[in-house]
């Protein structure tokens, strides 16, 4: 595993990158970006789950509301994201905080597109169960910690 | 006292010494600044979007708007909170940081967008509150704010780098 990120830090185009000053701030800028859209996406969702916000609607129209922009900022996240990884990947490698991040983006992936899914689906508008909450909660939780590990794998 | 005399007083106090001499204490001020744009930018860019007709549009601009402000509210309060702390830390090099200044400038422009669209547009919901696509000067508040939340955070994740720069 260590020798496929090091061939993949010092592959080319990496090597390339590295080389330039303002890349690599500028795809995490990229990454930032997608993160707030993300956090739009995945919050006006579960907030409504735990009864706040919009609860005006019923969470499933707000879910397919929100769904292509959560599809989207995915798929801003992880290209840029793994493109952040590969700059440094040797050093991300001895991170434990890499190694929870990785775990904690693919359960959130595989819960948010399976369970949540069919939560937001399915779930009563009027006196939403406790499942249905909990659900929320281990969303907004799961992505506060692929973020905040994100955060600390940065730090020098 | 000059400004760089204010600054440097600034950077003099026992607060701000201890905040950028304690590695942990800053890192987790940081990391508090830069997780609140989850909440602060993820509520404001959903209420930009929905200005836009891009987002949510079956649901009435009067009611969307009022549910979602206090998330953004309280975000951007921990932001500015957070922010200021980042600032008290490094005063001196901050204020001389191009990105810094930027910064500052497009806030400021966002506040006033913000304040310009509730004292005006959002006087007159009713008349557009059901449109799926409200009318080009709610659109253009709406892409106006998108574009300045956004130049903020790309100006923010530049100011650690600038010193490789210039």
Known sequence: ?156 | MSLLGLLEWLASTPGSVALRESHYVFLGVLTVHVLTLFVFAGMAAVIDLRLLGLMLSRVPASQLIPRLVPWAAGGIAVMIASGSLLFYAAPVERAASVFFRLKLVLLLSAAANVVIFHRTLFRQVANWDRDAAPPAPVRIAGGIGLAIWAAIIVAGRMIPYERYWF
Request: proline residues 4%; aromatic residues 10%; charged residues 10%.
């Open chain 1, 1 to 156: 595993m260590l020798a496929l990120f090091e061939a993949l830090q010092y592959s080319a185009p990496l090597v390339a990158m590295r080389a330039s000053p303002w890349l690599f701030p500028a795809i995490a800028s990229v990454h930032l970006l997608g993160l707030a859209m993300l956090g739009g996406a995945v919050l006006v969702v579960d907030l409504r789950l735990l009864g706040l916000g919009l609860t005006d609607q019923s969470p499933a129209a707000i879910g397919r509301a929100a769904q292509p922009w959560l599809i989207g900022s995915i798929c801003v996240m992880l290209p840029t994201g793994v493109l952040l990884f590969m700059c440094f990947a040797t050093k991300y490698y001895y991170l434990s905080a890499f190694w929870i991040k990785v775990a904690a983006l693919l359960v959130a992936l595989v819960f948010t597109f399976t369970m949540r899914h069919r939560v937001i689906a399915d779930v009563c508008e009027h006196g939403i169960s406790q499942h249905a909450k909990v659900v929320a909660a281990l969303s907004v939780t799961l992505w506060v910690t692929i973020a905040l590990c994100g955060r600390l794998i940065g730090f020098p």
